[in-house]
């Protein structure tokens, strides 16, 4: 299993970014995806997730909901995070992360807020991640 995150960068505050992971050596389409962050200093929070291929329902974090769409391009095995809106509070190291197995939707969305992903716990699988500066 493989995960390769791309397209993070340094970007003006109120600016986009879009990021791609691709991944490989798993049934891409079977599996939910999530994107988690972590701030410099602080511990992992849940950004976004996408239910499978056969559902693609999104689900997004209080904080960036209205501002980040996360899609998946099953034909490619590729996850993406389009992030409009930028505020240097999305500043963070960004990661691609698969569920713990096929099918399996893991920590309800609704428990986000109380429940902090853990690598270990809620993922499979995991990439290096990207870096994400907002600053002017």
């Known amino acids: 299993v493989q995960l390769v995150e791309s397209g993070g960068g340094l970007v003006q505050p109120g600016g986009s970014l879009r990021l791609s992971c691709a991944a490989s050596?798993?049934?891409?389409?079977?599996?939910?995806m999530y994107w988690v962050r972590q701030a410099p200093g602080k511990g992992l929070e849940w950004v976004s997730a996408?239910?499978?291929?056969?559902?693609?329902?999104?689900y997004y974090a209080d904080s960036v909901k209205g501002r980040f769409t996360i899609s998946r391009d099953n034909a490619k095995n590729t996850l993406y995070l389009q992030m409009i809106s930028l505020k240097p509070e999305d500043t963070a190291l960004y990661y691609c992360?698969?569920?713990?197995?096929?099918?399996?939707?893991?920590?309800?969305?609704?428990?986000?807020?109380?429940?902090?992903?853990?690598?270990?716990?809620?993922?499979?699988?995991w990439g290096q991640g990207t870096q994400v500066t907002v600053s002017s």
């Open positions: 992360a698969r569920g713990i197995a096929a099918y399996d939707s893991g920590t309800s969305p609704s428990s986000w807020a109380l429940s902090p992903p853990s690598k270990g716990r809620n993922f499979g699988s």
């Open positions: 050596g798993f049934t891409f389409k079977n599996y939910w």
């Open positions: 996408i239910n499978t291929a056969s559902d693609s329902s999104t």
